[in-house]
């Protein structure tokens, strides 16, 4: 049982165009949620973190909303550079533990 | 932000034998690592939660004898995995979190392992 899906496997944007990730999640006890950013053959780099209880996160190029009614999430980036080429997972957290989803490849187009 | 080093970065090894990964968090002290395993083309896959002084516990599937965890200190979690054979061959992953619940997790960089 997938209990946190993104899906779009794949998501292609122009450079300077924002690029928006989604992701669902069906357990509404998940309290906290982390975005993930994926290069081949490494580990992750944490991105942003949003609690359940605010609705908006940012960080620079980045910002995370959160519907909890919706049970959704999605991460904005803005302006997309060459350098967001990459996985991105998004992740809920119950008590200690992580639950990832699938992930969405995003290609900037230069 | 926090740094979790992980190694090796690539190990190769025969079929029957054993290879350790070792999880270092660098600059804070971590109660909770976790170990994931990324297998082609899919998520990561929490296999493992180490607690430091105490016995890890592992996700459902996970052979406990195959993927020994031992977390000897408040840096330092290790993952050994025994007999290997060519399915073993994959992405190993550990996080550990640097404060109490529900902060970010910080990862380390990885290990490729390749059974041959």
């Known amino acids: 049982d997938q209990q946190v899906k993104q899906n779009s496997p794949s998501l292609s944007v122009q450079e300077g165009r924002i690029s928006i990730l989604n992701c669902d999640y069906t357990?509404?006890?998940?309290?906290?949620f982390l975005w993930y950013k994926k290069y081949p053959a490494e580990g992750p780099t944490f991105l942003i973190s949003?609690?359940?209880?605010?609705d908006k996160n940012e960080d620079g190029r980045f910002t995370v909303f959160l519907n909890k009614s919706a049970k959704h999430l999605s991460l904005h980036i803005v302006p997309s550079q060459p350098g967001d080429s990459a996985v991105y997972f998004c992740?809920?957290?119950?008590?200690?533990?992580?639950?990832f989803g699938t992930g969405t490849r995003l290609t900037i187009i230069p | 932000g926090a740094v979790v080093s992980q190694h090796p970065s690539r190990v190769i090894c025969k079929s029957g034998t054993s290879v350790k990964i070792e999880c270092r968090s660098l600059?804070?002290?971590?109660?909770?690592m976790f170990w994931y395993r990324q297998f082609p083309k899919q998520s990561l896959m929490l296999m493992a939660t180490?607690?430091?002084?105490?016995?890890?516990?592992?996700e459902q599937g996970v052979e406990k004898d195959k993927f020994l965890i031992n977390h000897a200190s408040l840096t330092l979690s290790t993952l050994t995995v025994t007999s290997a054979h060519p399915e073993d061959s994959s992405f190993y992953i550990c996080?550990?979190?640097?404060?109490?619940?529900?902060?970010?997790?910080?990862f380390g960089q990885g290990t490729r392992l390749t059974v041959v």
């Open positions: 996080s550990a979190r640097a404060g109490p619940m529900n902060t970010e997790a910080f």
């Open positions: 357990n509404s006890m998940f309290d906290y």
């Open positions: 949003i609690s359940s209880i605010k």
């Open positions: 992740a809920a957290i119950l008590v200690e533990k992580l639950t």
């Open positions: 600059d804070f002290q971590a109660t909770t």
């Open positions: 180490s607690n430091e002084g105490s016995k890890a516990t592992y």
